[in-house]
T-cell receptor
Framework: GEQVEQRPPHLSVREGDSAVITCTYT??????FFWYKQEPGASLQLLMK?????EINEGQGFTVLLNKKDKRLSLNLTAAHPGDSAAYFC?????????????FGLGTTLQVQP | EAAVTQSPRSKVAVTGGKVTLSCHQT?????MYWYRQDTGHGLRLIHY???????EKGDIPDGYKASRPSQENFSLILELASLSQTAVYFC???????????FGEGSKLTVL
C-alpha cells in the first residue's frame, strides 16, 4: 500500500528564514495531497489541499510544490515567524481501493526562534 | 461552530477496563475515521466507515472495535484497555469527492 515518508522530523529556524518540509510517496495513483498544521495540544487544521493536476499552490506565507515525476510534495514557509511553530503533517489519498482514507507522514516539528 | 465533536476529551482508564470514545459530525459526510496519534508515529488509521451500520478495519485495528449506528455518530470501543493504548485519538469525517478530512479536537486516553 501507499507509504509516505516525511523529512525532516524536527526543524528549527530563525524568524524570517525559510523552512522546507518534504514528503515522498510511493503510489503513482495518488491524486489528493494535503498539508495539515497541528499546534500543541490542538487538532489538525488544513493548511492546503493540492490536486494532482496542479503543481504549485501558494498560500499565506507558504508555497506547496508537487513533483509527480519524483512523487514528492513539499511545503515551503517563505519567511517563518514564531506563530508558525507547530507540527506539520503531509497526507496523501489514492484512488487505489477507493476507501477515502488518508495516509499521513510522521510529521515535522517546526520551531521558529525569534 | 465545531462540526466534528468528540467525547470525552480526556479519560483515564484502568488496564482491562472498557473504554468508549464517541464522535459526532454535522458535516453530512459519508466517511468517518478513527486515527490514533503517538509521538513519533504520526496518525495511524484504526477503523473507518463509509456508511451507517458498517465499519472497516484500518491499518491498526487490533484491540479496537468500531460502531456506526447512524451517519452522524461513530464510536471507538476498547473492550479490554491496555497500557499500549495510551494515546490521543482523533475522529474525522470526510466527503468522498474532496478527499479532505475534518478532524475533531481529539480525545486523550491514559491507561494505567
Amino acid at each position: 500500500g501507499e507509504q509516505v515518508e516525511q523529512r525532516p522530523p524536527h526543524l528549527s529556524v530563525r524568524e524570517g528564514d525559510s523552512a522546507v518540509i518534504t514528503c515522498t510517496y510511493t503510489d503513482p495513483n495518488s491524486y489528493y495531497f494535503f498539508w495539515y498544521k497541528q499546534e500543541p495540544g490542538a487538532s489538525l487544521q488544513l493548511l492546503m489541499k493540492v490536486f494532482s493536476s496542479t503543481e504549485i499552490n501558494e498560500g499565506q506565507g507558504f508555497t506547496v510544490l508537487l513533483n509527480k515525476k519524483d512523487k514528492r510534495l513539499s511545503l515551503n514557509l517563505t519567511a517563518a515567524h514564531p506563530g508558525d511553530s507547530a507540527a506539520y503533517f503531509c497526507a496523501v489519498r489514492t484512488i487505489t481501493g477507493n476507501t477515502g482514507k488518508l495516509i499521513f507522514g510522521l510529521g515535522t516539528t517546526l520551531q521558529v526562534q525569534p | 461552530e465545531a462540526a466534528v465533536t468528540q467525547s470525552p476529551r480526556s479519560k483515564v482508564a484502568v488496564t482491562g477496563g472498557k473504554v468508549t470514545l464517541s464522535c459526532h459530525q454535522t458535516n453530512n459526510h459519508d466517511y468517518m475515521y478513527w486515527y490514533r496519534q503517538d509521538t513519533g508515529h504520526g496518525l495511524r488509521l484504526i477503523h473507518y466507515s463509509y456508511v451507517a451500520d458498517s465499519t472497516e478495519k484500518g491499518d491498526i485495528p487490533d484491540g479496537y472495535k468500531a460502531s456506526r449506528p447512524s451517519q452522524e455518530n461513530f464510536s471507538l470501543i476498547l473492550e479490554l484497555a491496555s497500557l499500549s493504548q495510551t494515546a490521543v485519538y482523533f475522529c474525522a469525517s470526510g466527503g468522498q469527492s474532496t478527499g479532505q478530512l475534518y478532524f475533531g479536537e481529539g480525545s486523550k486516553l491514559t491507561v494505567l
